[in-house]
């Protein structure tokens, strides 16, 4: 059940096999303290209360949000039920655990302060976020500079080169949460974060088969994708199921985020070689 994925879970999802999520944590803690780390969907707060426990006598105050409340989650002292029922915290020991403050509202707009976090990690939930955009530039304005967010926005193969949408609906093949497109013309993601690096933001994939982000803040700042939220393109990939099921085989969740760029943004992109217009031109003459 996703809203009761296990740590080795959500690492899994992050990068397979791995535990990065305690690696990046210890890591950080070797270079400052204290820290605030952050999870976005945590659930019924199985993974953070694993965190919570694991780093039970460092220097680390941890955070979850919420979209809405739900029965097994409704408030802080929940996630003790979460702790017992999944043998996180031993019987007689849990008051040596402080439990992770939690809030419930719409994650696009973080309500922390600027360069206030450290560390903010989401495996589960990003792909339903209908402004992933803004969600991108709210992370990168909590981070202190030196943080790092660990985002999965996209189940599916996701990227796709500088070339022509598929059609009206479906756009490209590729099937991205996440999409970019200057008229006609799809942008590739890992291309266009590229040109926003500008020695603040360093961006990483860390999955071929999934969008997965790595975003580390190198210096203060804020992030302005310059992106147009499209909302007539943008829609349920439930939608999209039904409509191509050839290509899906089975109905998708999460909502698919459809961006158009400015037109200067899109003369940087072909001035800084991140983009191949004979690509797209030879796309055309097929």
Request: net charge neutral; proline share 5%.
């Amino acid at each position: 059940m996703p809203k009761t994925r296990s740590l080795t879970e959500i690492n899994d999802r992050l990068i397979e096999g791995s535990t990065v999520l305690e690696t990046t944590l210890s890591e950080m803690l070797a270079r400052r303290s204290p820290l605030k780390v952050l999870e976005v969907g945590f659930g019924h707060g199985r993974a953070l209360m694993e965190l919570a426990w694991k780093f039970r006598d460092a220097p680390i105050s941890f955070y979850g949000i919420n979209k809405k409340p739900a029965r097994a989650m409704r408030e802080r002292e929940d996630l003790l039920e979460t702790a017992r029922l999944y043998h996180i915290v031993p019987d007689h020991e849990p008051a040596t655990i402080t439990l992770p403050n939690v809030s419930f509202y719409d994650a696009t707009r973080l309500h922390f302060e600027d360069s206030s976090l450290d560390v903010i990690y989401s495996a589960v939930s990003l792909r339903f976020f209908e402004d992933k955009a803004t969600f991108l530039e709210e992370v990168a304005r909590v981070l202190r500079p030196g943080g790092t967010a660990l985002l999965d926005f996209s189940e599916l193969p996701w990227d796709h080169p500088h070339t022509l949408t598929r059609d009206h609906t479906l756009l490209t093949p590729a099937l991205s949460h996440f999409v970019l497109m200057y008229g006609n013309e799809l942008i590739p993601v890992s291309s266009y974060l590229k040109l926003f690096e500008d020695h603040a933001f360093e961006w990483r994939f860390l999955r071929k088969d999934r969008f997965t982000l790595s975003a580390r803040k190198l210096k203060p700042g804020r992030l302005d994708l310059k992106l147009a939220f499209n909302a007539a393109l943008s829609r349920p990939m439930r939608e999209l199921s039904h409509q191509h099921q050839e290509i899906l085989g089975k109905e998708k969740g999460g909502f698919r985020s459809v961006y158009d760029i400015h037109p200067d943004v899109y003369r940087a992109l072909c001035e800084r070689g991140l983009l191949s217009r004979e690509q797209v031109c030879a796309v055309t003459k097929d």
